[in-house]
């Protein structure tokens, strides 16, 4: 018959050996299981002259298993502005449908001011036509105001963070002052002009909303290195916006070639500031293994 | 090659290297143990392949040095290229060799054109899966050890013989590290023979194969075709499918597809098609697979 304290004796020496195997078994698995790289994928984007690109993948896997061919996924608020997500699959369309409801919101709650964004207004044709010249002003948000909402939903997630990390694109609209030289019979009068241009905007978010900003391309995700590498080459300034989907398509096409965890195909698009504005979707195809 | 620190001329006794004689003879001359060393061959100092200066060289081989891909990155410092598909099945034509061609560091692909079957001599080939080093080193050396069967006994070594020279190496070396899945396969006087030798020792005899991060999908497509009496040109596309399915679900495999067939004449390479070709012209017969029903 065992006495109470050797029974404890050998209680506490088995449950000593059981946690040092378990300390032991846990020491591999890291990769599978890093949330950031888990799902795979990777996110560039780009400027040009009037006009900005992002290139997203198409990969969906688990760990080194490939489970779905599909385009990731892309937040477009309007037509100036496009966020794009990369990191862990669940977590991107959390992250995206929560700043797509933010958004909607404050749109809908919104006059012709409330201090959201840059309080800038769009024309856009109404539905009814064109006989009456009828327009809707709508009331848009810049990128800039979106990066910043981004970065104050992920950090507001400090302690648990969303494991994604988003980039946004667009055009942000900036009030330039021109002078005006106006002729009037004997006087010259000048006139100050405000005008609105629109400039690339571009910044990349880590999982806790940290804004790092660019005058010329961002990436994200797993090939994110090697992202850098091929768009530091390929880029140059004032790209037109077929050269730039172009460009930027090569840069992205070339660093996915060399990654096993992105790939399987490629979507640009290309936000267009010159005449109507819009967004061009180019779909390119890669390596499928 | 075979000089040691004393003697620089080939000798007579060349044909002695492998046996007790030449090796009781070596241990004289050199200092240190060379026990563990392959008696065939010593490099540098004699008897001796450097161990980590630490307290257990065995795990710290095995810590640092295991492969870096699928969930094994366990953060090393370096990252050993790993990741592949190689398969090989025998079919009443001989045998089929069907392999990868793709090498990664952690998630970065380090080369999408590696030779991953090792042409051991124009009658034996071996396959590589796991550490590429350890696996090309091990081989050669392996068909530097049927070489000299050949010359001392006057015929070819027979496959079984040779796997088991693989698998002693091993199974000396067992707990230090080595990454090695590999396949030994060839015909010799026996008919067609197919073996797998593994890091642990395993050595085994069998109809069909595949090894690497993407063998379970390439069983999947080996497992539902394979059947014994299978013409030459349905083995070459069952293990071009195999390997075109397995590159496409498995991030660690894909490149290009060498393929070989195994006679009584020896080794032939028939094809090396880029997966990504393959991708394209099955997506085509399921478009025309489709449209005909």
């Known amino acids: 018959m065992q006495t109470p304290q050797s029974l404890l ?96 919101e404050k749109m809908m709650g919104k006059s012709s001011s409330s201090g959201f964004g840059f309080g800038l207004e769009e024309s856009c044709g109404d539905g009814s036509g064109g006989e009456e010249g009828g327009s809707v002003t709508k009331s848009i948000i810049s990128p800039r105001s979106m990066a910043s909402l981004t970065s104050h939903v992920l950090y507001g997630r400090r ?7 988003p980039i946004i694109a667009g055009l942000e609209p900036v009030v330039v002052e021109e002078e005006e030289r106006g002729e009037d019979d004997e006087t010259t009068t000048t006139q100050k002009r405000k005008k609105i241009q629109y400039r690339p905007y571009l910044c990349a978010q880590d999982v806790i909303g940290a804004k790092s900003q660019s005058e010329s391309f961002v990436c994200s995700g797993v090939a994110s290195k090697s ?47 010159g ?11 890669c390596r499928s293994d | ?18 046996t007790q004689k030449y090796e009781q003879r070596q241990q004289q001359v050199s200092a240190g143990s060379g026990s563990m060393c392959p008696s065939a061959i010593q490099f540098g100092e004699p008897g001796a392949f450097d161990v980590p200066n630490v307290a257990d060289p ?83 050396n392996l068909g530097t050890q049927c070489r000299m069967y050949e010359l001392r006994n006057k015929k070819r070594i027979s496959v079984a013989a040779a796997s088991k020279l693989l698998a002693n190496t091993t199974n000396a070396y067992r707990g230090y590290g ?37 063998s379970t999908y390439a069983y999947g497509i080996l497992d539902t075709f394979y059947r014994k009496d299978l013409t030459i040109e349905e083995a070459i596309d069952l293990g071009k499918r195999a390997i075109y399915h397995a590159t496409h679900r498995d991030a660690y495999s894909g490149g290009i597809n060498n393929l070989y067939h195994v006679t009584k004449e020896g080794w032939t390479k028939i094809h090396a098609i880029d997966v990504n070709e393959m991708h394209y012209e099955f997506a085509e017969e399921k478009k025309n697979a489709m449209q005909s029903t």
């Not at chain 1, 504005?277 to 779909?283: K, L, N, P, S």
């Not at chain 2, 094994?72 to 990741?83: E, L, M, R, S």
């Open chain 1, 9 to 104: 004796f050998t209680y506490y020496i088995f449950i000593l050996l059981l946690s040092s195997t378990i300390i032991q078994l846990k020491t591999v698995n890291a990769q599978e299981q890093d949330p950031t790289t888990m799902n795979g994928g990777s996110i560039m984007a780009m400027s040009g002259q009037n006009c900005v690109a992002i290139a997203v993948d198409k990969r969906f896997g688990s760990g080194p298993q490939m489970v779905n061919v599909s385009p990731r996924n892309v937040l477009i608020p309007n037509s100036k502005c496009l966020v794009a997500f990369t990191g862990l699959g669940g977590d991107c369309q959390s992250l995206a449908e929560e700043l797509s409801i933010l958004i909607s």
């Open chain 1, 159 to 165: 302690r648990s963070p969303y494991y994604v990390e």
């Open chain 1, 227 to 273: 992202l850098y590498g091929t768009a530091e080459a390929m880029w140059r300034p004032n790209l037109k916006p077929d050269e730039l989907a172009r460009v930027c398509g090569r840069a992205f096409l070339s660093a996915l070639e060399r990654d096993c965890l992105s790939g399987y195909g490629a979507i640009v698009y290309v936000i267009l500031g």
């Open chain 1, 275 to 285: 005449g109507n504005g819009g967004i061009m979707e180019y779909d390119l195809a």
């Open chain 2, 1 to 18: 090659m075979f000089s040691t620190g004393n003697s620089m001329a080939v000798g007579n006794d060349i044909l002695d290297i492998g």
């Open chain 2, 58 to 140: 065995a795990a710290f081989c095995r810590a640092n040095f295991a492969s870096a891909s699928g969930n094994k990155d366990a953060n090393q410092a370096i990252k050993f290229a790993k990741g592949t598909t190689t398969l090989a099945f025998k079919f009443n034509g001989g045998i089929i060799v069907s392999v990868d061609s793709r090498s990664t560091m952690g998630a970065y692909i380090a080369s999408g054109t590696v030779k991953k079957v090792i042409e051991i001599n124009p009658f034996l080939l071996g396959t590589m899966a796991g550490g590429a080093a350890d696996c090309s080193f091990w081989e050669r």
């Open chain 2, 178 to 214: 080595l990454s090695m899945g590999t396949m030994i396969t060839g015909w010799d006087e026996t008919g067609p023979q197919l073996y797998y030798v593994d890091n642990d020792g395993t050595r085994l005899k069998g109809n069909m194969f595949a090894v690497g991060s993407g």
